[in-house]
Antibody
Framework: QITLKESGPTLVKPTQTLTLTCTFS??????????VGWIRQPPGKALEWLAL???????RYSPSLKSRLTITKDTSKNQVVLTMTNMDPVDTATYYC????????????WGQGTLVTVSS | QSVLTQPPSASGTPGQRVTISCSGS????????VNWYQQLPGTAPKLLIY???QRPSGVPDRFSGSKSGTSASLAISGLQSEDEADYYC????????????FGGGTKLTVL
């Protein structure tokens, strides 16, 4: 059974750095072709992809947010960590992590999401 | 402004067939496969269609996908009340260093 779960602060202040952890089970991030990505969704708005890390430590970022994002993995702990610097109220959103897999890649399993509010 | 363009809303009555379009460009849909996600109210997105027209195990065959050129479509036949949800298309974009793009989402209402 594959599960992913996001954890981190529910409230951050403007200019602070957000650190979110995705803890997963049922698969390994050392398996060829597997990745874990982060996607967010502001309240009432669309999904927005943020970052992705592959089994071989290849990393990709949203071009519009690249300067603020860092994604890392700890294969032994089955965790992926996303940091986002200089948080702003417009970053208020539900943040999801999801597994990426397949010859034709897709996010096939998603976490339940965690709502992060940016407010002073 | 999402990279992939979807109609903001769609509707149909039970039993009807509805389609949702997704328009992109040569660097995303034109070059890569399209995935569709269903998001029921208050829940995380769920993979509905992958690789343009493949259904994951457990997804009813009422749901189908297609792609032509730089556009894709999701079709739902035999519409049911439980299909009322938001639907998103997604594809990999080859430009810059490569990144995932999502559509703006389509809210499907079952009348």
């Amino acid at each position: 059974q594959i599960t992913l779960k996001e954890s981190g602060p529910t409230l951050v202040k403007p200019t602070q750095t957000l650190t979110l952890t995705c803890t997963f089970s049922g698969f390994s991030l050392s398996t060829s072709g597997v990745g874990v990505g982060w996607i967010r969704q502001p309240p009432g708005k669309a999904l927005e992809w943020l970052a992705l890390i592959y089994w071989n430590d290849d990393k990709r970022y949203s071009p519009s947010l690249k300067s603020r994002l860092t994604i890392t993995k700890d294969t032994s702990k089955n965790q992926v960590v996303l940091t986002m610097t200089n948080m702003d109220p417009v970053d208020t959103a539900t943040y999801y992590c999801a597994r990426l897999t397949g010859t034709n890649l897709r996010f096939d399993y998603w976490g339940q999401g965690t709502l992060v509010t940016v407010s002073s | 402004q999402s990279v992939l363009t979807q109609p903001p809303s769609a509707s149909g009555t039970p039993g009807q067939r509805v389609t949702i379009s997704c328009s992109g460009s040569s660097s995303n849909i034109g070059s890569n496969t399209v995935n569709w996600y269903q998001q029921l109210p208050g829940t995380a997105p769920k993979l509905l269609i992958y690789s343009n027209n493949q259904r994951p195990s457990g997804v009813p065959d009422r749901f189908s996908g297609s792609k032509s050129g730089t556009s894709a479509s999701l079709a739902i036949s035999g519409l049911q009340s439980e299909d009322e949800a938001d639907y998103y298309c997604a594809a990999w974009d080859d430009s810059l260093n490569g990144f995932w793009v999502f559509g703006g989402g389509t809210k499907l209402t079952v009348l």
